[in-house]
């Protein structure tokens, strides 16, 4: 699981796009089965590092 602070406007299941703001480069995707309200649940990294670093943006992505 990974843990944040809201997932508000995130749809119930799909993709997150993470990557760090400063420091060394470190992004990716990782899909997710479902969410709570600050959990994403059933993670499986989709593309990119498997690591995310503490600070980082995360935002919703769609792939087609």
Known sequence: NIVVPSTAYFPASGY??????????NFGVIKYTSKTATTFEG??????STTIVNGAEIVPFTID
């Open 16 to 25: 997150i796009f993470h990557a760090a703001v400063s420091g060394s480069p």
């Open 43 to 48: 993670c499986t990294v989709h593309t990119g």
